[in-house]
């Protein structure tokens, strides 16, 4: 008996619990709106039945996220992109966690993704998915790095990008964004009017949602860097793991993937989350902080332009998953982010944007909280390439030495 085209059984509102086919909605509840975050459920009995465990790990398996394909939303038969992503490497960093006072600090490097940032994992899928459906048109509202890494797999795959992205993005993901050939609309506002924006046009055109908060196959992909961190750290799992948050799509994913391979007895158990704001954008730390069920949008105001989101649109998922964790919530300063680039590069190696290098500022507030303790083992996912944004770099560090072409010059230079 040949396998289904897909294994998964069907969608679950966030909010009502009400389920639907697969087929039947492609974005969000039709009973709740646009709040009605769907989440995708798969069929695990037929996957054990298909033989997913028997093959997993599997040394001659694909080093991507297609390895996966099994607990993904694609159907057989559906072209995949030639863009390799997925797999990226975990280091460890021993300098650091000494300095952290911590047994061990991972990390994860998301910015070896192709375009730069862990959101190739969820582009990945929804451009593989709007082709699969016969969609040519695809369009999502982005800080940057979902917009960058979006406009990268739609030229991959031949399909046409619409971004629309805030006043504040950086350069260098605007570069990377015309350099791909996407319609780059920057919207004179901030994240929440480019998103609203974006959702008008979507209606008023009928393209394809590529919108994490919108359409729920996104987060699938997302997941795959919790079944990676699972799969690479099976002997030891990490006690915590640290991701910065915007929207919540990133660290609800993550937590979908771990709890995945947990349920399947693949890994041993579960880390807790850590979820890391900054403190001018932090309506998820708060709503956490207060008990609440859902999150109240508020003013968001940061250096950091990935999580620089102040109306988070999968908050609630967020939240059940760093509870569900038995993890917490911290918020960091600007200042203490930008200290945390140098710091991670030349602990580790990795250079980080603001956003990614925040888990990091994230990692020592809850040291100093007392919410991770010095016997326990960190992974820290750093979910974007400090090329994306090298202005906010530049504002981490002193500047250069500027010099005559002297060799006098350069021993002052030199002189502490």
């Not at 996407?182 to 994240?191: H, K, P």
Request: with cysteine.
């Amino acid at each position: 008996m040949s396998p289904p085209a897909t294994f998964v059984s069907g969608l679950r509102c966030v909010l009502c619990d009400r389920s639907y086919a697969y087929g039947e909605q492609e974005t969000t509840c039709p009973s709740c709106g646009v709040d009605g975050i769907l989440d995708v459920e798969y069929d695990e009995e037929a996957i054990r039945r298909a033989g997913f465990l028997r093959a997993y790990p599997s040394s001659d398996a694909a080093r991507s996220i297609w390895r996966y394909r099994a607990l993904l939303p694609i159907e057989s038969g559906w072209s995949l992109p030639r863009l390799q992503v997925g797999w990226t490497p975990v280091y460890e960093a021993p300098s650091l966690a000494r300095e952290l006072g911590i047994e061990k600090l991972l990390i994860k490097d998301e910015g070896r993704e192709p375009t730069g940032s862990f959101k190739d994992r969820s582009s990945a899928v929804g451009a593989t998915r709007a082709l699969g459906l016969g969609r040519k048109q695809v369009a999502c509202a982005s800080t940057g790095n979902a917009a960058t890494s979006l406009a990268g797999f739609c030229a991959d795959l031949g399909i046409e990008a619409f971004i629309f992205v805030p006043a504040f993005a950086p350069e260098a993901k605007l570069a990377q964004l015309l350099v791909y050939g996407a319609t780059v609309l920057q919207v004179e506002g901030d994240y929440a009017a480019a998103f609203e924006l974006c959702q008008q046009a979507i209606e008023a055109f009928g393209w394809y949602n590529r919108n994490c908060a919108i359409n729920p196959y996104l987060v699938e992909g997302k997941k795959t860097c919790g079944l990676e961190i699972g799969e690479q750290l099976a002997a030891r799992p990490p006690d915590v793991v640290a991701v910065s948050v915007g929207d919540g799509c990133t660290i609800a994913g993550i937590w979908k993937g771990l709890t995945e391979l947990h349920r399947f007895g693949l890994i041993p158990r579960l880390p807790r989350l850590l979820g890391v704001q900054a403190e001018g954008a932090q309506p998820i730390a708060r709503a956490f902080a207060a008990g609440e069920p859902t999150v109240t949008p508020s003013q968001a105001d940061t250096l950091a332009d990935s999580i620089n989101v102040g109306a988070p649109r999968n908050g609630v998922k967020a939240l059940r998953a760093v509870r569900a964790s038995g993890g917490q919530f911290v918020t960091v300063s600007d200042q203490a982010i930008l200290e945390a680039i140098p710091r991670l590069a030349r602990g580790s190696g990795v250079f980080a944007e603001p956003t990614a290098a925040a888990s990091l500022a994230g990692i020592q507030a809850a040291r100093e909280r007392g919410l991770i303790g010095a016997g326990e083992s960190v992974l820290q996912v750093v979910t974007g390439n400090g090329l994306k944004d090298v202005r906010g770099a530049l504002r981490s560090v002193s500047g250069p030495h500027r010099i005559p072409p002297t060799l006098e010059a350069v021993r002052q230079a030199l002189q502490p």
